[in-house]
């Protein structure tokens, strides 16, 4: 068994030429969000570059070229105008649900059950064209 595995090292050390490293120019990637804010801004940014049309999305990417910082920037208030946006319709939706919960009236039920079926139904198909772009 040890001569197999010394064999199979020996074959493999052929395979990565002598003084084979990385190139000194190729940036560290970059690190792992500290934070849970920072998870959730950074896939923001993602939801809102992918949700911008084709030319002002070749805009930013011009911009993330000449200016990463600005890039950053402008991207990170995009991203963070989108997550409120989520959190407004969040809340506006938990309201409606209270309300129909708390509603005796069956036709203001009904009138409730349909806008939270609408806003449900267009939050889950906005999610699904995330998704489909994003794959």
Known sequence: M??????????????????????????PPPPPPKSEKERRTSFAIWRAFSSLPEKERREMVKLQRTDPEKFRKVMTEKGEALLKADRDRLIELRSMVAEYISTAD????????????????FDYFKRLEENRLHL
């Open 2 to 27: 040890k001569k197999w595995l010394l064999l199979i090292a020996f074959c493999c050390a052929g395979l990565i030429p002598a003084g084979a490293e990385e190139p000194e120019d190729v940036p």
């Open 106 to 121: 069956s036709d203001r039920r009904e009138e409730l059950y349909k806008k939270i079926e609408a806003n449900v139904r």
